[in-house]
């Protein structure tokens, strides 16, 4: 149990899920984000990096699918040394709230590849479900 006035990364997450979600008009609104297309919800991905200097390129994109690989991070190294690789994480949880509400079939994938874990890069995965019936 977690003792008074300590956060819990459980609890972490579902916040910045939830800061995520209430961003979302305002961020959709800003860079002009078309909820149906994969690369323009990425653009997402692409401006919050910009903010904190990560850097990194597409590898794949098309309208349903955008495979990010983001290779520079200054802290991601600090993390890692310091054992606590989940920073990424709250970021992604953000970035998922956000998708929810522009588009309820759009996703971001559970981090298993990042730079603060030890890997070589970040990958970011951005998805949209679409029914076959809609297509």
Request: a negative charge; hydrophobic letters at 35%; glycine letters at 6%.
């Amino acid at each position: 149990m977690a003792k008074k006035g300590s956060l819990t990364m459980e609890d972490a997450l579902k916040t910045t899920y939830e800061l995520g979600r209430e961003l979302a008009p305002v961020v959709s609104d800003l860079l002009s984000v078309d909820s149906e297309d994969a690369s323009s919800l990425a653009k997402i991905v692409e401006f919050v990096n910009s903010l904190l200097d990560i850097k990194g390129r597409v590898v794949k994109s098309d309208k349903n699918m955008v495979i990010r690989h983001e290779r520079e991070c200054l802290l991601s190294g600090q993390f890692a040394e310091r054992k606590s690789p989940y920073y990424c994480h709250l970021f992604q949880a953000m970035y998922k709230g956000l998708l929810c509400e522009l588009n309820p079939c759009a996703r971001a994938n559970v981090l298993e590849i990042t730079k603060s874990m030890g890997g070589e890069y970040c990958e970011i995965i951005t998805t949209i479900e679409r029914d076959s019936r809609s297509l």
